[in-house]
């Protein structure tokens, strides 16, 4: 019995030859076929169409239909948000560059006349049609590779039961995965991009208005006790429950989540207004958070420059104290330079008179060469042109200086 093939399959197979020869093929009867045409929302050839076709005069025109693409994007209403977000941000009047001194400080943002419940009533008129639960009972290919890969997993544990156990076999396994194949079947029509990793543990995400969402599903069961029931007029009854998640953790009792007695398109619109008018709610923070922001890093952009000009003003004084003392220190040693070059000289001729008079002054012609030599390199008045353009550049006089 063949009852897992493919919706696209199933189509191609219908149309090829007589829905007798089709069950047959599949190992069903006319009746199973029929009920899977129609879960599938499979198009089938009308009453009369096998027939007519074999006819050699023709009474009637068939058009084969086209098999409906109920995963489709109706329009993508995620691109649509985030337009209107863009175009949102290039109509505002209060930005401005804090850092950009030459840029003038705009007027803060107006406030929003518009309210969050307006908001909300716009976003619903734009949201594309979602599919109706007739749609949820076709398999969104993604819930399809899962429910095939589980089916193979049920068939290799009943061969080895220390295989891996399957997750959607039981009935409450069942209900889940109905439960996911409805949110992503929405998310995909939304243009939400819904996609599964993991193995062992499944983990289901969306990239929702340009940010990835990790999102779970599960069941709860209620039941209460026969007084219970008397006393509140309660049942036994099962909900079903939508989780946004920030880890890969299953959403437990005690967090938020959404519960809803009944699933329908309804249930995924509720979720994704919400999310949108918590995202509408933070824009609208962060438009008079980041004026506020830009105005205080303003005022310490200009409260910076004033400093740097009081610092550059220091700076440029305490350069000027300490070029003059460097001025002062070159005069003071040439100065002691030329005063010792002086003395060496005048302590030559003094020797030279003592030995003159002594009759010793040949003996002394060595030393007092040594000496000149001495005097004259320390001498500034003796110093190459070279060496005296080096020793006025040191002091950094320029024209106006």
């Not at 007519?52 to 058009?63: A, E, M, P, T």
């Not at 948000?81 to 209060?94: A, F, G, H, N």
């Not at 995965?177 to 289901?204: A, D, H, I, M, T």
């Not at 610092?311 to 040693?333: D, G, H, S, W």
Request: a positive charge; hydrophobic letters at 35%; charged letters at 30%.
């Amino acid at each position: 019995m063949k009852k897992n093939i493919s919706r696209e399959a199933l189509y191609e197979l219908v149309w090829s030859k007589p829905m007798t020869h089709v069950a047959k093929e599949l190992g069903i009867s006319d009746v199973m076929l029929g009920k899977m045409c129609k879960e599938q929302l499979v198009p089938k050839p009308p009453r009369g169409y096998w027939a007519n076709l074999g006819s050699d005069k023709k009474r009637v025109v068939y058009v084969r239909p086209k098999l409906p693409d109920l995963f489709q994007k109706k329009n993508d209403f995620n691109q649509w948000v985030l337009d209107d977000y863009k175009l949102r941000e290039s109509l505002r009047t209060d930005k401005f560059d804090p850092d950009d001194l030459n840029d003038p400080v705009r007027e803060p943002p107006s406030p929003f006349t518009e309210t969050l419940l307006e908001f909300r009533e716009r976003m619903v008129g734009v949201m594309p049609v979602l599919p109706n639960m007739e749609a949820f009972k076709v398999m969104h290919p993604l819930i399809r590779t899962i429910n095939e890969a589980d089916l193979q997993l049920e068939e290799a544990h009943k061969k080895d039961r220390w295989a891996p156990n399957p997750q959607f076999r039981t009935l409450q396994g069942r209900q889940q995965l109905r439960l996911f194949n409805v949110f992503v079947s929405c998310f995909q029509v939304l243009g939400f991009e819904p996609s599964v990793r993991g193995r062992k543990y499944l983990v289901f995400s969306a990239r929702v208005f340009d940010q990835p969402k990790k999102f779970n599903v599960f069941l709860k069961h209620y039941s209460p006790s026969a007084a219970e029931m008397r006393r509140f007029k309660t049942t036994k009854r099962t909900t079903y429950c939508f989780a946004w998640t920030e880890d890969d953790e299953e959403v437990t009792r005690g967090k938020n989540y959404y519960e809803f007695e009944e699933l329908s398109a309804e249930s995924v619109k509720t979720v994704v207004l919400d999310l949108l008018v918590k995202r509408e709610e933070g824009y609208r923070r962060s438009v008079f958070f980041e004026y506020s922001y830009n105005l205080r890093a303003r005022n310490e952009a200009i409260e910076m420059k004033q400093r740097r000009a009081e610092k550059l003003v220091e700076l440029r004084e305490q350069a000027e104290v300490q070029l003059i003392e460097t001025r002062t220190k070159l005069l003071r040693q040439a100065i002691e330079r030329m005063q010792y070059a002086d003395q060496i000289r005048n302590l030559i001729n003094a020797v030279k008179d003592k030995a003159i008079a002594q009759g010793d002054a040949r003996e002394l012609d060595h030393w007092a060469a040594w000496a000149v030599e001495q005097a004259d390199a320390i001498d500034p008045r003796t110093q190459s042109r070279e060496s005296t353009k080096a020793w006025i550049q040191k002091f950094r006089v320029t024209l106006g200086q």
